[in-house]
């Protein structure tokens, strides 16, 4: 038997693509969690080889061990269950006890929890992330399996963390009697990794760039609320739209791209990566529309307060919790066209009133140093 001869923490994260961050909103956080590793906690991360040519054995002082399998889709209960049998196994070799701890990102993989609970002597601290089960796009079947996952996730972890006050809200309300013995925590995610681009060479490639537009950057899905902002923008044909998603992914948004890419005002863009060029796009727009409904605190609204653009978001609890009620809100299609055309009319007071409040909020809620921290003393 291994046995740990250190007295610091291992930390196992659970539910990821891996590290370097190539995928997501989650990928994201943890690689910057790495940055700010204290001294008495080690990281293991957990990473596709499906998505990783090169497999690296460390990144920013983290383990990283590879899966071969997907981390997303059907295959992503597998996935997160391994990882948590491998945390299991290595906990108990090493007599680490509760010096182990299994940071879980996602609830895909809770429904092995009252297992992985009873094996496992160090605690759990789940992200359950925004109400996944909720989502359009899933099946019954599948949104039975998510919301079963999310009741174990809150039963059998030690912690649970919501990013945004909608979803603790949420949590404390729909599992009152289990929640009054554990604790739920709020910690948000942060966008201070983006910073605004000046590059006068990339006009070239978007010369529709130059005049003021607004931007959305997004997964084109009906709960992100695309067909609303785009109905909208059909009626302002004086007025720019950037749209920078997944278009070829599914059928609404194939469907989407066939009805409104003919229209001069708006381009409709593949998923942009680099991330230099993104942030030239979304830093020099003139207005940030934000249309996801569900999610809990949206990373890329996070990035778009940081970068200090005004925001017009959809109506929910998370948007206004996010921004904390000071961005402009809108429900429908004509509520976007009205804002629109009012914000640019003339005096455009409100537009830098709204994106210094934005700034200021970003600046002091969303830094990774804050996220961290909090993380940090989870542990």
């Known amino acids: 038997m291994l046995e740990n001869k250190t007295n610091k923490k291992r930390v196992y994260i659970i539910g990821t693509v891996g590290v370097p961050a190539c995928y997501g909103g989650f990928e994201s956080l943890v690689d910057n969690l790495l940055d700010y590793t204290p001294s008495d906690v080690e990281y293991t991360v957990f990473c596709s080889a499906k998505k990783y040519e090169k497999r690296l054995d460390s990144y920013k002082g983290a383990r990283l061990i590879y899966l071969d399998r997907d981390a997303n889709g059907k295959d992503s209960i597998l996935y997160d269950f391994e990882s948590m049998k491998i945390a299991v196994k290595e906990s108990r070799e090493e007599k680490l006890g509760d010096r182990s701890v ?10 092995f929890l009252p297992y992985i609970r009873r094996a496992f002597k160090g605690k759990i601290i789940t992200n359950i992330d925004g109400l996944e089960w909720k989502r359009d796009k899933w099946k ?20 649970i963390i919501g990013d ?4 603790t809200d949420y949590v404390q309300a729909a599992y009152s009697k289990i929640t009054a013995k554990k604790r739920v925590e709020l910690i948000a995610y942060g966008g201070d990794q983006v910073s605004p681009v000046k590059d006068d060479s990339l006009y070239e490639k978007y010369p529709f760039c130059r005049a003021p537009y607004a931007c959305t950057v997004c997964r084109i899905e009906p709960e992100n609320n695309v067909h609303v902002i785009l109905q909208a923008f059909a009626r302002l044909s004086e ?9 070829e992914k599914s059928d609404y948004g194939r469907s989407l791209k066939n009805q409104y890419g003919a229209y001069k005002n708006m381009h409709l ?23 996801h409904s569900a999610g809990g605190t949206n990373p890329s609204l996070v990035e778009a307060m940081c970068l200090g653009l005004p925001v017009l978001a959809f109506d929910c609890v998370y948007n206004r919790a996010t921004t904390e009620g000071k961005c402009l809100c809108w429900k429908k299609s004509d ?20 994106a210094a409040s934005m700034k200021e909020a970003g600046e002091r809620l969303y830094t990774w140093k804050r996220i961290a921290k909090q993380y940090n003393s989870l542990y």
């Open 269 to 291: 863009l593949d998923p942009i990566y680099e991330p230099h060029t993104i942030n030239w796009i979304r830093s020099n727009a003139a207005l940030y529309v934000h249309g």
């Open 140 to 159: 019954n079947y599948a949104k039975w399996l998510l919301h079963y996952s999310e009741k174990q996730a809150v039963r059998y972890s030690d912690i």
């Open 239 to 247: 007025m720019p739209l950037l749209i920078v998603g997944n278009w």
């Open 335 to 354: 509520d976007i066209a009205s804002d629109v055309q009012k914000l640019f009319a003339g005096d455009k007071k409100e537009l830098s009133e709204i």
């Open 102 to 111: 299994m940071l879980i990102l996602g609830v895909s993989g809770c429904i």
């Open 164 to 167: 945004n006050k909608g979803i």
